[in-house]
């Protein structure tokens, strides 16, 4: 079965300084994997995805993404983190086996401090 | 604009009542999910759908039940049976293939009075 794992609850970042939300996947074959924010009492959004080829991967917001496949490893990124970055974020895996249906971590709340 | 649309935003359910959540979509999305949010455990897969008049369960189908008489639309119903039914729940779609990514309505949140 697909699992993903987010190995932090909270990550806590000074305001300007880079940012890395980890992510580590286990799929049987080759993975889809995406990273979603939510905010208090919204859905989810769509920031980013690796399907195939580059390893990094450019999403919204300034946001990007590494993917290692050595280290089945998919973690978020941004170069200089914002305030308003202060959200929940979800990596997830697709399950193509299972009606596509999407794997999801338990989640990882981003704190940016002034 | 395109989105995805849930109602009511609050609902509060008595015990023993079946209330029913509502999902629609103007994306032109065959696919159709329903997923439970609790705090710390990411999203759970109720049930969803690929096609009109076709559903399948997730991994916590149990106590719930949907329909999908429409393309754009896809309501849950939680029974009576659900007895821990106070969660975020949140609909979203997509366009079938696994490299596509799902879309999200800003959730129904209901309470136990």
């Known amino acids: 079965a697909q699992s993903v794992a987010q190995p932090e609850d909270q990550v806590n970042v000074a305001e300007g300084n880079p940012l890395t939300v980890k992510c580590t996947y286990s799929v049987s074959g080759n993975p889809y994997l995406f990273w979603y924010v939510q905010y208090p009492n919204r859905g989810l959004q769509f920031l980013l995805k690796y399907i195939t080829g580059d390893n990094l991967v450019k999403g919204s917001y300034g946001f990007e993404a590494e993917f290692n496949k050595s280290q089945t490893s998919f973690h978020l990124k941004k170069p200089s983190a914002l305030v308003s970055d202060s959200a929940l974020y979800f990596c997830?895996?697709?399950?193509?086996?299972?009606?596509?249906?999407?794997?999801f971590g338990a989640g990882t709340i981003l704190r940016v401090k002034s | 604009d395109g989105g995805i649309t849930q109602s009511p935003k609050y609902l509060f359910r008595k015990e023993g009542q079946n209330v029913t959540l509502s999902c629609e979509q103007n994306l032109n999305h065959d696919a159709m999910y329903w997923y439970r949010q609790d705090p710390g455990q990411g999203l759970r897969l109720i049930y969803y759908s690929q096609i009109v008049n076709d559903f399948q369960k997730g991994d916590i189908a149990e106590g719930y039940s949907v329909s999908r008489e429409k393309k754009e639309s896809f309501p849950l119903t939680v029974t009576s049976a659900q007895k821990n039914p106070t969660a975020f729940y949140l609909c979203?779609?997509?366009?079938?293939?696994?490299?596509?990514?799902?879309?999200f309505g800003d959730g129904t949140r209901l309470s136990i009075l």
């Open positions: 997830a895996v697709r399950d193509m086996e299972y009606g596509n249906k999407l794997v």
């Open positions: 979203a779609s997509s366009i079938l293939g696994g490299w596509q990514p799902q879309h």
